[in-house]
């Protein structure tokens, strides 16, 4: 499965002094407050190598909407409360807590970041990983952001992407480009339509 994170140089680095984790750590705190929605096209990449792409919308608090590409059956919608899992090919559909999820850092501006999660070393100063796990809840795996610093975006920092690591070790890679931080977004983007009930939308 294709790797967004670091090169191997990053995993063997000496780790991060403690002023410069802090100072990340509230760099990146600062960049989720600051970012009340975003629009982005995605690629997502699986464990097996399989790769989708979309259109990412995302609204605070909790709103989230993972368009796939034209043929692809599937839709995630986060509606504040819950994220949906949609499968329209077998009719399926599939709901969990949104702070369950890899995508909570993301999408809950009231998590303080510093007390799960850690930067990741690297060799390229542009560049800024974090790492977010719970230890008291190894069951919602592991999700890494990558930023690359930019005085233009909201908090110094663009939203590379990122990789989420489930507590079965399957690794889920999603990267972005054309971000647009902060633009209009309406609440009808996060509705669906429920495939086991004709009519019914979420």
Do not use: C
């Amino acid at each position: 499965m294709s790797n967004m994170l670091l090169p191997l140089a990053a995993m063997v680095a000496v780790a991060a002094p403690a002023a410069a984790q802090t100072g990340d750590l509230a760099a990146v705190q600062r960049h989720l407050g600051d970012v009340q929605s975003m629009t982005a096209a995605f690629t997502q990449t699986d464990r097996n190598g399989q790769v989708l792409t979309g259109t990412l919308t995302l609204k605070k608090p909790g709103k989230v909407r993972f368009q796939y590409q034209k043929g692809v059956p599937l839709l995630i919608v986060g509606d504040g409360k819950a994220l949906t899992f949609v499968d329209y090919s077998v009719n399926q559909v599939q709901r969990w807590p949104i702070g369950n999820s890899p995508l909570g850092v993301l999408l809950d501006p009231s998590r303080d970041i510093s007390r799960y999660a850690k930067v990741v070393p690297s060799p390229n100063p542009a560049v800024l990983s974090v790492e977010a796990y719970d230890p008291k809840h190894p069951e919602y795996g592991r999700t890494t952001l990558v930023f690359a610093r930019n005085a233009a975006a909201p908090g110094g920092l663009m939203l590379q992407g990122w990789a989420a690591l489930d507590s079965q070790g399957n690794r889920t890679t999603i990267r972005l480009s054309d971000q647009k931080f902060n633009v209009p977004v309406s609440n009808d983007a996060f509705r669906w339509t429920d495939p086991r009930r004709r009519g019914r939308t979420g």
